[in-house]
Structure formats: structure tokens, C-alpha cells
């Protein structure tokens, strides 16, 4: 294939030019070729003359994010497993996205999946676009809409839909040091059981939120802050959370966290929107559990690290006040000891104050972690006849947090 080049004098101002080629058999036209002029956008260097879809660009499809090539459209696929109990059972999918190593202004995320427990077509979607300005304090602001359909209990489907827009603030390239603001829009329908609609549960709300965080991923001096606002029409509450973490010896840690909420108000007809002790309600569905509407049995016992974050089985919710403390320590390899510690305050109770301990067994990190409760509020717990209950796991079915285990070393 022949090549030739042109050669084209200006100014050196920005300016529009018009080039006239020679009537050619051409196949191909494209602009700075070897990348040798520094250009904010290459994807519209190249223009191909011949074909059906002479003026469009060519769709890739890869398997591994990569480093973009700006002459075609390139599609990154990755196939998606969950499992949600026996509402969905597995749900099997891939993931089709545009986003690559670099940050772009367009991107899209489709994730079909086949809910094998239901025999039907489930997923969700979202699309964003990011405005960059080149000389500002904003470092990016991006606006977007997503979509989700799921199972949340027997024969019962949520659907939700959110507009959402986050600003990303400039930073110093080598920093670790991020800062950033995000607002949303959530439109929430559940399907009811008899059982719910005559206790008038929720199935239609709308939920708004706004929120700032600040995170500085130092490798020793791991440290993060957020404070958002959250509400509707039967509620308004202020959550903030701060996290701390120190690695004072190789692949030993110290974790602290500390959690407030406070409802400004509320007015809510039960406690679906109330503050978790130890297990969260997951009404905005963003917290990724086996079992989402199990009381009891094994699925029941899954840890979210959210809200109080208390690993025993403290009874009830909050629907005014809660503040808590969680402390984490290495103690040898896979073996760690637990704090938790918190007051809290109901609407016509007193303040109550709780507390609990023990040790969790870190099989593989930010995989699978399993809590045994000590000594806590409700007494000696390896006493009770119903221990085995009372044990508490995470479980993040993310193949990606083993590989990243084994090539930083297990323990």
C-alpha cells in the first residue's frame, strides 16, 4: 500500500484551513499520522473514502481494557456471574462498555443478564458524559442517566432509574489526594406482596441525595471523609463517615472508622429508611447482597460494612441519631481482632448505648472474611446455644479482588 504526504504551513495561531487533495484512488485519509503534534481528541484524524460506511469507525470488540486506538470504535466485554438467593439464583451476563485507560467524555455500561431462577432478561445500563476543562480548579463534570431491573424477594422485581451528576476537582497528577462532588435522582418501583401492601409498605419513592468526599490512598496512611444528604418526602437525614487506615507493619493493618447519621426528619410510615445497627436496609439497592430480603438462615448473615457497622447481632434500627466506632487490627496472617462501639437514640426511648468484639478470620482479602462474635451488649455470645447464627461473613463474588490477593501475596 502506497503512501504519500502533505504538508501543510500555517501561523502557527489557531485557525481553519481548507486542504485540497488530488483526486486520487484513495483509501484513506488521515491526520498526523505518527502522533507527532500533541492533539486533546485523535479520533477524528482519520476518514476513510471508500465503503458503505466510508465516514464510520469500526467496531472492535477486546476482552482486555487496553490503551485506546482513536481509529476505532472499541467495545470491552467481560462476561458478569451473581447469585441473589433464590429470587434470580444466577444471573449470567457480560458486561459491554466504552471505557478504556484513558478518561473520555462518552461512556456507556450495558450489562444483560439471564436470571436463571426466574427465566427472564434482567440487568442494568447506564450512560454518562464528562465535560474536561482544560484550565480550571474542575478536573472533570460529568452528567448521566442508569437503569437497573432485579429480584429483591419471591416473584417480587424492583426497577430504578437514576440521573446523577458528579464533579471531580483538579488534582496534582502524582498526588493520592481526590476530591469530588456528587449529586443524584432515584426513582425507585417495587413490586408488593399481599402481606406488604396491606401493611402500606413502600412501592413507588423517589429519592434525591448530595454528598462530598475526600480520599488520599496513601500505601501506610490510608485515609478517607464523606458527608451527604439524603431525602424524600417522608424524610430527611445527614450521614458522614470518616476512615483511617495504617499499615505499621508489612501487610499489617489498623483500621478506624467512625459513622454518624441524624434524621433532620422523619416522618416515614416504617423502618425501611432507617440507620442499620448491624445490617443495613438496602432501599436504594446498591449494596450487593445474597440474600436481600432474608431474615434468617445463612444468607441472613452476610456483613456489610455500612451504617453501625456492628458485627453481632444487635436487634433493631435507628430512626433519629447513631454514632459508632469500628476498629480492625492484624493480629498474625489471616487472623484479626474486632471492635465496635456506639450510641444511639430512638424516637421516645432513651439513648442506648452498645458495644461487641471479636475475630475475624481474613481468608482472602476484600473476598471473603468471616466474624466471630466474643463478648458484646448482649453478653457472652460463645455461650449462647445458637452460635453458629450469630457468625457473620463477607462475600464479594469479585474475581478480580482474588487476582489482585495472589499477585500482591495472600497474607
Given at each position: ?21 488530488p483526486?486520487?484512488?484513495i483509501?484513506?485519509?488521515?491526520l ?7 492533539e486533546?481528541?485523535?479520533?477524528d ?5 471508500k465503503?458503505l460506511?466510508s ?5 472492535k470488540?477486546k476482552?482486555?481494557?487496553d490503551i485506546?486506538n482513536?481509529e ?12 441473589n438467593?433464590?429470587?434470580?439464583k444466577?444471573?449470567l451476563?457480560f ?9 473520555q ?5 450495558v ?8 427465566g427472564k432478561l434482567?440487568?442494568s445500563g ?5 465535560f474536561?476543562p482544560?484550565e480550571?480548579i ?9 437503569g437497573?431491573?432485579y429480584?429483591?424477594d419471591?416473584?417480587?422485581?424492583y426497577?430504578?432509574?437514576s440521573?446523577?451528576?458528579n ?8 498526588s493520592?489526594?481526590s476530591r ?16 406488604m ?6 412501592d413507588k ?11 488520599d ?6 485515609k478517607?471523609?464523606?458527608?451527604s444528604?439524603q431525602?424524600m418526602?417522608?424524610?430527611n437525614?445527614?450521614?458522614?463517615e ?5 499499615e ?6 489498623l483500621?478506624?472508622?467512625l459513622?454518624?447519621?441524624y434524621f433532620?426528619?422523619?416522618d ?5 429508611f432507617n440507620y442499620g ?6 432501599y436504594?439497592f446498591s449494596?450487593n447482597l ?27 434500627s ?5 454514632t459508632?466506632l469500628n476498629?480492625?487490627?492484624s493480629?498474625?496472617k489471616?487472623?484479626?481482632?474486632y471492635?465496635?462501639?456506639?450510641i ?11 458495644w461487641d ?10 473476598f471473603l ?9 448482649l453478653?457472652f ?9 450469630r ?5 464479594v463474588l469479585?474475581?478480580?479482588?482474588i ?5 500482591r501475596g495472600?497474607?
Amino acid at each position: 500500500m502506497k503512501k504519500k504526504e502533505y504538508w501543510v504551513e500555517t501561523d502557527g495561531e489557531e485557525m481553519t484551513k481548507t486542504v485540497s487533495i488530488p483526486a486520487l484512488d484513495i483509501y484513506k485519509i488521515t491526520l498526523n499520522n505518527d502522533y507527532i503534534f500533541p492533539e486533546s481528541n485523535y479520533r477524528d484524524n482519520f476518514l476513510y473514502s471508500k465503503g458503505l460506511f466510508s465516514n464510520a469507525k469500526k467496531i472492535k470488540l477486546k476482552l482486555i481494557k487496553d490503551i485506546p486506538n482513536p481509529e476505532f470504535n472499541e467495545i470491552y466485554i467481560s462476561p458478569r456471574i451473581r447469585f441473589n438467593n433464590t429470587y434470580d439464583k444466577f444471573l449470567l451476563g457480560f458486561n459491554f462498555k466504552n471505557q478504556s485507560f484513558f478518561d473520555q467524555k462518552f461512556l456507556y455500561s450495558v450489562t444483560p443478564t439471564y436470571s436463571t431462577g426466574t427465566g427472564k432478561l434482567t440487568g442494568s445500563g447506564a450512560v454518562s458524559y464528562s465535560f474536561l476543562p482544560a484550565e480550571s480548579i474542575i478536573r472533570s463534570l460529568t452528567f448521566g442517566v442508569s437503569g437497573a431491573y432485579y429480584h429483591y424477594d419471591y416473584n417480587l422485581a424492583y426497577r430504578k432509574g437514576s440521573v446523577f451528576s458528579n464533579i471531580s476537582f483538579r488534582k496534582n497528577p502524582r498526588s493520592t489526594v481526590s476530591r469530588g462532588i456528587s449529586m443524584s435522582y432515584n426513582y425507585f418501583e417495587r413490586d408488593l406482596s399481599p402481606l406488604m401492601i396491606a401493611n402500606n409498605d413502600y412501592d413507588k419513592y423517589n429519592l434525591w441525595s448530595i454528598g462530598y468526599g475526600y480520599t488520599d490512598n496513601q500505601m501506610i496512611h490510608e485515609k478517607s471523609i464523606s458527608i451527604s444528604t439524603q431525602g424524600m418526602e417522608d424524610f430527611n437525614k445527614i450521614t458522614a463517615e470518616g476512615f483511617y487506615r495504617w499499615e505499621f507493619a508489612p501487610k499489617q493493618k489498623l483500621s478506624l472508622r467512625l459513622f454518624a447519621g441524624y434524621f433532620v426528619r422523619n416522618d416515614t410510615r416504617n423502618n425501611t429508611f432507617n440507620y442499620g445497627i448491624s445490617r443495613v436496609s438496602n432501599y436504594s439497592f446498591s449494596y450487593n447482597l445474597l440474600g436481600e430480603s432474608a431474615n434468617s438462615g445463612f444468607l441472613s448473615q452476610q456483613f456489610i460494612l455500612a451504617d453501625g457497622g456492628f458485627k453481632s447481632f444487635i436487634p433493631g434500627s435507628v430512626n433519629q441519631w447513631i454514632t459508632s466506632l469500628n476498629v480492625d487490627t492484624s493480629v498474625w496472617k489471616i487472623f484479626h481482632l474486632y471492635a465496635d462501639a456506639g450510641i444511639y437514640k430512638n424516637r421516645n426511648n432513651p439513648t442506648q448505648f452498645i458495644w461487641d468484639s471479636g475475630i475475624k478470620l481474613k481468608i482472602v482479602p476484600d473476598f471473603l472474611e468471616i466474624y466471630f462474635p466474643i463478648q458484646s451488649s448482649l453478653g457472652f455470645e460463645p455461650a449462647f446455644k445458637d452460635y453458629g447464627r450469630r457468625i457473620r461473613y463477607t462475600l464479594v463474588l469479585n474475581l478480580g479482588s482474588i487476582i489482585n490477593a495472589a499477585r500482591r501475596g495472600w497474607y
